[in-house]
């Protein structure tokens, strides 16, 4: 198949050897009404002098393997082991903007989809135009040259020329207008397990992560805010610190002070020390409890309306018996484990920041901002992040570093402490939801009416939420609509909540929690009626062939009953362009849940990499799990309550259950899996405990279910 490269490539040379560059722009046709329209830069590969591939990923590498994946698009149609090519952290520029939101970001499990097709484009260019250099060199048309192992091979003489050899040659050639893809058929890599590209570097130590990086004549430094959100610095005496550490340099910021040092150890041993006077602004007197409050008060506003189909009064005539049910969820931190860290150095030709982040534009604005200089006199350099789950979407943190290394006059790497990303973070929101569902005499939802109460990511928490919202938040509601079953009435409003804590998109967004409403009713309507959840599911499921099919791949999993005191719950949610189905056995000690295993069914349409796309599966269910079983951020006076591990649990390796994940494959467009193994997973488990002890969890996290 061809595809046309909208605008002329762009070919140059770079550095002081002969070096193939190769940059293509498709007229892509956004998804999104936001989504800027028009010709975009989407790929860029250099090939040296020296047969070096070196591949710029504009995407961050937070653990979910999208190096390898574009490294194994490039090399799938330049014809290379991937094993022969680097790759390095693209810069801010519009030729890596996601074609989702028109600006550099990772996030809403976009990258594959976003680079599919740009990044098989430009290794095909330079592979054409490397033939097309050969060809030239041996007088011959250049369908006598074959492409193969970084080499040109001539199909009549045998005659070989590496790729390095013909990178001069190449730079100065027309790049292609239109250029032929493999059909799937014909892949060597994709669709195949991928090799980690940066798993050698991360098993020998040398791996470079934000908290690593080592910039020369830097000081170390680390940070503590206003105790109460929202509050701000008074004044700080640096006397302390500067006599336990007389090295030490006192920064006060607007809302927090900074310490720098030598060292990590001696910058926190030096911010012990100091005793600031804060401000503690208007929310000293903030509770859980008012946050709660918050959200029972939007759901008693008017809402807007988010979806409405089918029949009101055919359901009513329909409804045999309703029920009317309740659910909430809390606030919830990020917890990665590397703590947010930046390191900025500013110097005469401009500012150069590094950090894991996954929003480079959005960072070089507000630093340029900040510092008053251009946006063009900003450089972001992108190191490997230790996790991430959306929170260095945040950039706060490295505007700080920035303000910091300019009081210090030297470059500055400054390191949050555990503690402090916890007390700090940009939140999950808290929601709620009332669901009202009517079920016909066959014990067959009907009628599905649901209010979801969920702050505004939009605005600032200090603002009021409008009476009703003029327009909906779209990541507040996604998950709740479309609504998957087939029924004679759904209709959905939300209704935004004021809650004045800082709040940002957590691993699977608004999915994460709307999932849990959803099904874990569905499966508390289905056994109200004495109907088996799945086949029920399944009969509601006639008009969504690849939901089904999804559901029946993970019900395969499970060919024999649970033994006697075993319970099991299964759960299905569409999101990211995929679907996914999963299964929970358990037994029960007491109130507490044992896990056993657990199962997975996903459709993705294709998987890229079969073996990333079970990891980020398993890593969705078990993250998706510790939230589920323990996570929650809980407030008094104003502060965060959470401080470290031992208060903020994730889930153990002794209570990981056994996973088993199967891939549906399909014909369907490609879809997302960082996020898409998140949401079903609090929906099986507590569908399992409802199985095993009749009692609906209407609260999470499940160790203060109530029923």
Request: with cysteine; proline share 9%.
């Amino acid at each position: 198949m061809t595809r046309p490269i909208g605008r002329r490539a762009m070919l140059r040379a770079i550095g002081g050897g002969a070096c193939l560059t190769v940059a293509c722009s498709l007229a892509w046709p956004p998804r999104k009404a936001s989504a800027a329209p028009g010709d975009r830069l989407n790929a860029m590969i250099s090939v040296a002098g020296d047969g070096t591939v070196t591949v710029s990923a504009p995407p961050t590498e937070m653990g979910q393997g999208v190096h390898t994946l574009l490294v194994g698009l490039v090399a799938e149609e330049l014809e290379i082991d991937p094993a022969d090519a680097r790759v390095q952290a693209a810069p801010v520029a519009p030729a890596f903007e996601n074609r989702y939101y028109g600006t550099m970001v990772t996030g809403g499990s976009t990258s594959a989809i976003a680079w599919f097709e740009p990044f098989r484009i430009a290794g095909a260019a330079a592979r054409h135009m490397l033939v097309a250099a050969a060809a030239e060199r041996w007088g011959i048309d250049p369908t006598g040259c074959e492409a193969a192992a970084g080499r040109i091979r001539n199909r009549t003489s045998g005659d070989i020329l590496p790729y390095g050899v013909l990178a001069a040659a190449a730079s100065r050639l027309q790049p292609p207008t239109e250029v032929g893809l493999k059909p799937r058929s014909a892949w060597r890599v994709l669709g195949r397990p991928m090799r980690r590209h940066e798993g050698p570097q991360k098993l020998a130590g040398s791996a470079v992560f934000g908290i690593d990086l080592q910039v020369p004549g830097m000081l170390v430094g680390t940070i503590r805010h206003s105790p109460v959100i929202g509050g701000n610095l008074r004044s700080v005496d640096p006397g302390p610190a500067v006599r336990r550490v007389p090295s030490a340099q006192v920064v006060p910021l607007e809302d927090a002070v900074a310490v720098l040092a030598p060292s990590f150890w001696e910058a926190s041993r030096a911010l012990e020390a100091l005793q600031p006077d804060w401000d503690p602004g208007p929310n000293a007197g903030l509770d859980s409890a008012a946050i709660g409050a918050s959200l029972d008060a939007a759901l008693g506003r008017r809402g807007a309306l988010v979806a409405e189909h089918g029949d009101a009064a055919q359901a009513d005539a329909e409804i045999l018996k309703r029920l009317d049910l309740r659910f909430e969820v809390p606030l919830l931190a990020h917890a990665p484990l590397e703590p947010l860290s930046a390191t900025v150095s500013i110097g005469p030709d401009g500012v150069d920041a590094w950090a894991p982040t996954q929003s480079q534009t959005a960072a070089r604005d507000a630093i340029a901002a900040r510092l008053g200089v251009p946006p063009a006199a900003v450089r972001i350099h992108t190191t490997l992040a230790g996790g991430s789950f959306g929170r260095n979407l945040q950039v706060a943190h490295m505007v700080e570093t920035a303000l910091t290394a300019r009081a210090a006059g030297r470059p500055v790497k400054l390191i949050w402490s555990r503690e402090e990303d916890l007390r700090h973070d940009f939140y999950r929101p808290p929601a709620a939801t009332a669901i009202t569902i009517g079920l016909d005499r066959d014990g067959r939802p009907v009628s599905w009416q649901q209010r979801l109460a969920v702050p505004d990511l939009r605005r600032a928490p200090a603002e009021i939420p409008a009476d009703p919202p003029a327009s909906v938040d779209p990541t507040a509601v996604e998950g709740a609509a479309p609504f998957p079953y087939d029924v004679s009435h759904h209709r959905l409003t939300w209704h935004d909540a004021g809650i004045p804590v800082p709040m940002g998109w957590w691993r699977s967004v608004g999915h994460s929690y709307n999932a849990w409403f959803v099904e874990h009713a569905f499966d508390i309507a289905a056994r109200a009626s004495g109907r088996d959840p799945v086949a029920l599911r399944l009969a509601m499921l006639a008009n969504r062939p690849r939901h089904a099919a999804v559901l029946r791949a993970d019900r395969d999993l499970w060919p024999q009953p649970p033994a006697a005191g075993r319970f099991r719950g299964t759960a299905l949610h569409a999101s990211f362009g995929s679907i996914v189905a999963q299964s929970v056995e358990i037994s029960m000690q007491g109130d507490r849940p044992v896990l056993h295993r657990a199962t997975c069914a996903i459709d993705c349409g294709m998987a890229l990499d079969p073996d990333a796309t079970r990891a980020q599966m398993e890593g969705g269910m078990i993250f998706g799990l510790s939230a589920a079983l323990y996570g929650e951020i809980t407030v008094r006076n104003g502060r965060v309550q959470q401080q470290n591990f031992d208060q903020y649990r994730l889930l153990s390796l002794r209570d990981t259950p056994e996973i088993d994940v199967t891939i549906v494959d399909s014909d369907a467009d490609l879809g997302g899996v960082g996020e898409a193994g998140v949401p079903p997973i609090a929906p099986a488990l507590c569908n399992a405990i409802l199985a095993a002890t009749g009692r609906p969890t209407f609260r999470l996290p499940i160790h203060r279910r109530n029923g």
